[in-house]
T-cell receptor, first 115, second 114 residues
């Protein structure tokens, strides 16, 4: 069974640029969510995708957007990067529906640094 | 609004000691509670999931309990080892049902000294 995989693991951008982060969900999982974790803090929910549609969103501005593809993989896009966007971005997946236990499984994260 | 608090923020213990990490939440109407481990700069590893109908779950040297009425959960680690050094996070879903996103505490940073 393949776990949640994320790419890239590290990247550096400058303020105002755009970034795309990628996530492949765990085998058999159809729901993907994204979290932002600043240093020393717990992860904060950005949004969740189910059946290629956003079905939940946290307190993040519209410049944070995402996609889910038919194979359940997902992208997180952030436009007009700000210094405060520097964080570890975590992708998580689970199985929604009859096999859903509510347990979330996380990837290793993408560390974004904005200069 | 659901809030999750973890005490202590950091803990240092000698190897072999049994220890308890605490997690409290303000809204007792939770669907489940999940404990995670996070190594520095890494992702989250799921340790234990306790459903709202359960009072505890065990995995190896780990035991997690849940008391919804008091809004508390504890993670008990028996016979701690240096390899247990990490940050431990607890999280509960927002709202009822399994669709809710998770609200996390800030974590307890555990250091186990040889």
């Amino acid at each position: 069974e393949t776990g949640v995989t994320q790419s890239p693991t590290h990247l550096i951008k400058t303020r105002g640029q755009q970034v795309t982060l990628r996530c492949s969900s765990q085998s058999g999982h159809n729901t993907v969510s994204w979290y932002q974790q600043a240093l020393g803090q717990g992860p904060q929910f950005i949004f969740q995708y189910y059946r290629e549609e956003e079905n939940g969103r946290g307190n993040f501005p519209p410049r944070f957007s995402g996609l889910q593809f038919p194979n359940y993989s997902s992208e997180l896009n952030v436009n007009a990067l700000e210094l405060d966007d520097s964080a570890l971005y975590l992708c998580a997946s689970k199985s929604s529906g009859g096999r859903d236990t509510g347990e979330l499984f996380f990837g290793e994260g993408s560390r974004l640094t904005v200069l | 609004k659901q809030e999750v608090t973890q005490i202590p923020a950091a803990l240092s213990v000698p190897e072999g000691e049994n220890l308890v990490l605490n997690c409290s939440f303000t809204d007792s109407a939770i669907y489940n509670l999940q404990w995670f481990r996070q190594d520095p700069g890494k992702g989250l590893t799921s340790l234990l999931l306790i459903q709202s109908s359960q009072r505890e779950q065990t995995s190896g040297r780990l035991n997690a309990s849940l008391d919804k009425s008091s809004g508390r959960s504890t993670l008990y680690i028996a016979a701690s080892q240096p390899g247990d050094s990490a940050t431990y996070l607890c999280a509960v879903p927002v709202g009822w049902g399994s669709q809710g996103n998770l609200i996390f505490g800030k974590g307890t940073k555990l250091s186990v000294k040889p």
